[in-house]
């Protein structure tokens, strides 16, 4: 047979049960059962006054909490926000707070958990998040059949103002194509560089980057301004996996020597760096 446990529910009631057999006393019942005489006396009361479910644990909430808010309070801040019903938690207790500043309003956080058990809060729509995925990578066999590109994170300069470099080489050579300090990650600013490259050394096959902007977009496709670009001269798109930049390791190698002995330290500014 299988050996059965107790829940503590069953515990008490067979408790109750040996001390009405009148052969235990309440000392020895308690020493028994684990417990203090005086939880052992709570259980015998609770039985005695109601059935045996009133064993069972009652809930820890307090009856009476001086830090809740008064509820004449709350119906004036949900009036509000119902005449209101664009404004938020921090409006709506300035518009109290100004209306009446005798009162101890709650904080915004408690209003906030007010609106929301009120059913006055709409939960915001999460935008749909189109996942990259990702194609199989082509081996760079030859001259043009494959470059890469990537930003190697921006930095500041002497004078303050960001710095980001941009990066193009030959994945099969590993020649470096262009190598610029941009002031910023647009798409004009990053498409004249991949232009004075296209017109020094013509047309890849493909170009090879990561998913961050501008090379790939939020939408359907993952397709950006530069990446329509590239589709429209002819030039297959190939991306990485998302968190594995070891898939363009030669790439992120040749950046760590660029930091090193380009960035560390800046250059004064944008145009000597």
């Keep these: 047979m299988a ?37 052992a006396y709570k259980w015998l009361a609770r039985y005695e006054a109601g059935n045996p479910a009133s064993l069972a644990d009652g809930s820890r909430r307090p009856q009476t909490s001086p830090q809740a808010t008064k509820p004449e309070l709350v119906d004036a801040l ?11 938690a921090k409006k709506l207790l300035a518009a ?44 760079m066999l030859a001259p043009n059949d494959t470059w ?10 002497g004078d303050g103002r960001y710095c980001y470099p941009l990066t193009l080489r030959d994945g099969c050579t590993r020649f470096v194509l262009r190598c610029d300090a941009l002031r910023t990650r647009s798409y004009a600013d990053t498409r004249r560089c991949f232009e004075r490259a296209f017109a020094d050394y013509g047309l890849p096959r493909r170009i090879r ?57 800046p250059a004064t500014d944008v145009r000597v760096q």
């Design 3 to 39: 050996w059965r446990e107790l829940s503590p529910m069953e515990q008490r009631l067979q408790f109750v049960l040996d001390h009405q057999s009148g052969l235990y006393t309440v000392a020895e019942l308690a020493a028994q059962y684990g417990v203090s005489r005086k939880t």
């Design 78 to 88: 949900l009036q509000l926000r119902q005449r209101h019903p664009y404004w938020g």
């Design 96 to 139: 109290a707070v100004k209306r009446d500043p005798s009162q101890p309003w709650p904080s915004r956080s408690t209003v906030c958990d007010l609106l929301r058990r009120a059913g006055l809060v709409t939960p915001r729509r999460r935008p749909r998040r189109v996942r990259a995925v990702p194609a199989p990578l082509q081996p």
């Design 148 to 157: 890469t590109t990537d930003f190697k994170g921006e930095f500041r300069t």
């Design 209 to 265: 980057s990561d998913n961050g902007s501008p090379f790939a977009g939020p939408g359907v496709g993952r397709l950006s301004q530069l990446a329509v670009w590239w589709l429209r001269l002819g030039i297959a798109l190939e991306r990485i996996t998302p968190g594995h930049p070891e898939q363009n390791g030669s790439h992120e190698q040749f950046h760590r020597v660029l930091k090193q002995h380009t960035a560390r330290p």
